[in-house]
């Protein structure tokens, strides 16, 4: 059983700040890995997906990968109150046909104006 | 209107009452899954399909079953309801290529009493 696990928050930080959501991963095989984004009462969207070690930055958002360590991270710049909502970890196996996404917990993020 | 909808939105039931959660989409998508989410346990895999004849367990199967009627319609049954079936339950898709992302609907909150 994979598992991945997520700082357990919740997470408060001011407007304007930076934002670090941790994930660690159990086993070698996953690849690939994504950031899902999930308001209150609402739905998850995918905010973010990295498949190779190193930072993939869009917008405001860089996701960082480290294979060796089991390691991803979301850091969140210049953060704002429309970002607080919880912040989900998934990772898949490499070369899955399943289709299959194991997820964290989530951690809950609040940015106080 | 939502690409993924589920019905109903809101359910109360009884123990050992049947219950059954519809999920209709109009993406396209030949991949269906079924999700529970608990309170600070994320989303955990009930079921999946990939085609109407295809029909697989997920992680938590046990005391559910599932129907796909066509390729857009994914149900949830819930043979015999128990309290700790109370949970929000989302329908998602992906599309073939499968790149990780999931397209998930409004969710369905089911209140066993």
Known sequence: QKEVEQNSGPLSVPEGAIASLNCTYSDRVSQSFFWYRQYSGKSPELIMSIYSNGDKEDGRFTAQLNKASQYVSLLIRDSQPSDSATYLCAVMDRGSTLGRLYFGRGTQLTVWP | ?113
């Open chain 2, 1 to 113: 209107d939502a690409d993924v909808t589920q019905t109903p939105r809101n359910r109360i039931t009884k123990t050992g009452k049947r219950i059954m959660l519809e999920c209709s989409q109009t993406k396209g998508h030949d991949r269906m899954y079924w999700y529970r989410q608990d309170p600070g346990l994320g989303l955990r895999l009930i079921y999946y399909s990939f085609d109407v004849k295809d029909i697989n367990k997920g992680e938590i199967s046990d005391g559910y079953s599932v129907s796909r009627q066509a390729q857009a319609k994914f149900s949830l049954s819930l043979e015999s309801a128990i309290p700790n079936q109370t949970a929000l339950y989302f329908c998602a898709t992906s599309d073939p290529r499968y790149t990780g992302e999931l397209f998930f609907g409004e969710g369905s909150r089911l209140t066993v009493l």
